[in-house]
């Protein structure tokens, strides 16, 4: 099988997470990187031997490669994203698929238009834990959904870098479209609410309730208040409430923790782990899919564009509930 040549746009934190799991694809190579800081992208090369470092996105679009991650921050999508289904690459961007309604439309409609597949990466459709819970409400196990319960409730440092997005999009926009892959109806009104405990750039506390039209609830909650000292990075919980039954995903206790001198720590082993020196986890399910996809000509239908966009919308109406103090009704739906 001749090997694909990927590029990754945004050599960031999670741009490094890509190009760990693409070195556990076989007919896959990174083969170009662009970062609008020359430095990062530089360095990031020479972590993953990356042969190409292109100096400008037109450049990067110009070498050859046949896929493009864009894992530029969450208000850098569009441009990256359009030129390159312009240019005819198959394009994976990173959650939240925008920050605004008019860009997820500007991107929809450029995958519309393209030959290339394009691929929201929202994790949890493809995490195990997540994914077995969304299967079986999808198999009417629970019975008809009464209620869906998420928490995203994380460690302080860690919003030292996320505090520039406001955690009710930047956090909640995962549970928020696992919650509406799980519900299949539309969001009828939202309320919401913030509080910025430690003086951040944005609130480190949110919360909010979701209707749904056929009569569904659901609550979603993103804190960045653990101490650090606590050792636990991630508590994520999920339980989904139905006429015939429950489930539930929690990630704490966790099934894995160390006790050293250091302290107690529960590391991460779902969404993107290493072991034996090769990237496992969610995150790597959600691009060997793509591959899939990209491989097969099949537009990916584990997560569309217009779902994306209603994640976004839900996510969007709840900030503006928050900010506002009051409750936001949804009128339009993709
Ligand atoms: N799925 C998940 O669990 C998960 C986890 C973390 C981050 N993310 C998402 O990944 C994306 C990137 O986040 P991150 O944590 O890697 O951020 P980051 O700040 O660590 O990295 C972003 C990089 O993009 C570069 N950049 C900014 N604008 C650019 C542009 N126009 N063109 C090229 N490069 C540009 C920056 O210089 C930086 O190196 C975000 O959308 C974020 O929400 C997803």
């Given at each position: 099988m001749t090997a694909l040549r990927a590029a990754i746009v945004g050599c960031g934190l999670f741009g490094e997470s890509h190009a760990a799991a693409l070195m556990?694809?076989?007919?896959?190579?990174?083969?170009a990187v662009f970062d609008i800081d020359a430095d990062k992208a530089q360095r990031f090369a020479e972590r993953f031997s990356v042969p190409t470092i292109a100096h400008s996105l037109p450049e990067l679009l110009d070498s050859g490669v046949d896929v493009v991650h864009v894992?530029?921050?969450?208000?850098?999508?569009?441009e990256p994203v359009v030129a390159a289904l312009a240019a005819g690459k198959h394009v994976l961007v990173e959650k939240p698929?925008?920050?605004s309604i008019e860009d997820c439309e500007a991107m929809t409609n450029a995958a519309e238009q393209a030959a290339g597949i394009f691929m929201v990466g929202q994790i949890l459709r493809f995490d195990l834990r997540y994914g077995t819970l969304r299967e079986q409400a999808a198999q009417g196990?629970?019975?008809?959904?009464?209620n869906v319960s998420a928490r995203r409730n994380r460690a302080r440092g860690g919003f030292e870098i996320?505090?520039?997005?406001?955690p009710g999009i930047c956090n909640s926009i995962h549970d928020i479209d696992l919650i509406l892959s799980i519900v299949r109806s539309r969001v009828v009104r939202v309320r919401a609410f913030e509080r910025n405990v430690n003086g951040y750039?944005?609130?480190?506390f949110f919360f909010g309730v979701l209707e749904f039209e056929d009569g569904s609830l659901a609550q979603v909650l993103t804190s960045w208040?653990?101490?650090?000292?606590?050792?636990?990075g991630l508590d994520d919980y999920l339980q989904v409430i139905g006429s015939n039954g429950s489930g539930v995903v929690a990630?704490?206790?966790?099934?894995v923790s160390l006790w050293t001198e250091s302290g107690y720590a529960a590391p991460d082993t779902g969404y993107e782990t290493r072991l034996n020196g090769v990237a496992h986890g969610a995150l790597l399910n959600e691009i060997e899919y793509f591959y899939r996809c990209v491989r097969s000509g099949k537009r990916p239908d584990v997560i569309t564009p217009a779902e994306a966009t209603n994640a976004v919308r839900v996510s969007l109406a709840m900030l503006e509930s928050a900010r506002e103090q009051r409750e936001i009704e949804i009128t339009e739906w993709s």
């Open positions: 556990a694809l076989p007919d896959v190579r990174i083969a894992v530029t921050p969450e208000c850098a999508h569009r698929f925008a920050t196990a629970f019975g008809r959904i009464v996320y505090q520039r997005i406001h750039a944005n609130p480190d208040l653990i101490p650090d000292a606590a050792g636990i990630l704490q206790p966790s099934p």
